[in-house]
């Protein structure tokens, strides 16, 4: 375990590295919402029925599923600078081909491609700022990787409604291949990131560790000091390891809590003209999507004051309380699905703050939880977990909407958000202040106070 790493002054090195690995989260949130606006267009121009939309929104989440269980285990054994760049090369290609795209079949297809290399980026780049980052700073910028998520999701929008005013609906191929862009600015932007030196020492290349830490940081260390703690004989790897107690509860915290927030969420961002049309929002397709951009600006400023509460209250008070609130707007527009359409864009807008809790600990609580062998295993895991809800939820929603109603749809979504409180209260662990040795060592601090025996009164 390293003090050198966790105790190290944070330095514009730490500043330019938070920013390079933001590429991956700001990339899904363009990349998943962006779709939303261009199927305004491409429904009519390729005459799409109701399950070819859901389809094409679940694709990429589908995709997601598979890329992260997949590159996660793959990160944890070839290292994460070398897969740093090569997703962002297959998400340009899948971008720029889906110009010319024509059939169901294709855009599917890129989409599948496009989550699967979004995937990759999450346990490659939050596994590679998390085993950088000093102790102190470390909740605050792995939560600011969804920050980054979200303001690609706002300048999605913000994009598709010029792209609505400039060149109308049919402009919907240049909104699918905008994206190209953000990957060639990120993909300059990463160029020279070093190697986690965690993940060096851990895979027998000390010297190398030592030469990074002190090119990078100013600081000479020592080896042994970034070598992990000898591993039992016989100990388990990879997934194996993952699946041994208390590891396997908490990638099912992780998991379980990603996919009760997500499942909602992705689905309403997905399709938020549509759901905003079911509750009567005037002005056709211009303003239904400048009202999901505005539900997307509210998540992104919801996650502001979580970055600062996860460090002074904790992870677990915050995470908690934030699923509980979030039960309440979704409960009132499914009691009042008749409500009018300016309650509910601030009913949206409530929830969309209250995300801001589970949001900032999306890629904090798998980083911290799980040691350096397979940390990138399992933040692949938790989002691919999270990803089936995803996938789910936004493929039921527009069924949902037309088969059972505005009402019982944002029950449902209540309902999975009450799921992801009771996971949170039986399994939600304590890791503010730690090192991430100590906070990803087999029992927390929390938990050891949890089984201690207590005094007898």
């Known amino acids: 375990m390293s003090r050198t790493i966790d105790n190290a002054p944070y330095t514009a090195f730490h500043r330019r590295l938070a920013l390079a690995c933001s590429g991956g989260p700001l990339l899904d949130g363009y990349i998943l919402s962006i779709v939303g606006v261009a199927l305004i267009g491409m429904r009519p121009e390729l005459g799409l029925s109701a399950t070819d939309v859901s389809l094409i929104g679940a694709a990429a989440l589908i995709g997601m599923f598979v890329g992260g269980a997949l590159f996660g285990v793959l990160t944890d054994r070839i290292g994460r600078e070398v897969m740093y760049t090569a997703d962002l090369l297959v998400m340009i290609a899948c971008s720029v081909l889906s110009f010319w795209v024509d059939a169901v079949w294709a855009i599917t297809l890129l989409r599948f491609v496009l989550g699967m290399a979004v995937a990759a980026d999450y346990p490659i780049a939050t596994s590679l700022l998390a085993e950088w ?33 400039i060149g109308g609906p049919g402009s919907w191929r240049w909104m699918l291949a905008s994206s190209a862009v953000l990957c060639v600015v990120f993909l300059v932007i990463r160029r020279g990131s070093p190697e986690s030196p965690r993940w ?82 005037p002005g056709g397709t211009v303003l239904e999507t400048l009202g999901t951009g505005l539900v997307s600006l509210v998540f992104l400023l919801g996650c502001y004051p979580a970055l600062r509460l ?8 915050v995470i908690i309380w934030s ?135």
């Open 200 to 281: 060096l020492a851990a895979n027998g290349r000390v010297g190398e560790a030592v030469r990074v830490v002190e090119k990078h940081l100013g600081v000479r260390v020592d080896g042994r000091e970034l070598m992990p703690e000898p591993a039992e004989p016989g100990r388990a790897t990879g997934l194996r390891l993952l699946m041994t107690p208390p590891y396997r509860r908490r990638a099912l915290f992780c998991g379980l809590f990603f996919l009760c927030q997500v499942a909602p969420l992705f689905a309403m961002l997905t399709f938020g003209p549509q759901i905003l049309a079911a509750f009567g929002m």
């Open 310 to 317: 996860i460090d002074t209250w904790g992870r677990r008070p």
């Open 323 to 457: 699923f509980a609130l979030m039960i309440l707007p979704l409960a009132l527009l499914g009691l009042w699905p008749a409500a009018p359409a300016a309650v509910a864009v601030v009913a949206l807008c409530a929830y969309a703050f209250l995300c801001g809790g589970p949001n900032v600990l999306d890629w904090t609580y798998p980083n911290e939880l799980f040691p350096t062998e397979i940390r990138a295993t399992a933040v692949g895991v938790a989002t691919s977990v999270s990803r089936i809800g995803a996938a789910v939820g936004t493929y039921l929603l527009p069924l949902s909407l037309t088969g059972l109603g505005t009402g019982p749809t944002m029950l449902i979504a209540a309902g999975v958000t009450a799921v992801g409180l009771l996971v949170c209260v039986l399994w939600a662990e304590e890791t503010r202040g730690a090192g991430l040795g100590a906070a990803s060592a087999s029992e927390t601090r929390a938990v050891r106070a949890q089984r201690a025996p207590q005094p007898v009164r």
């Open 133 to 165: 980052l000093p102790a102190k700073q470390r909740g605050r910028l792995l939560g600011q990787q969804i920050v980054a998520w979200y303001a690609g999701s706002v300048l999605a929008y913000l994009t598709g409604y010029l792209f609505l005013r």
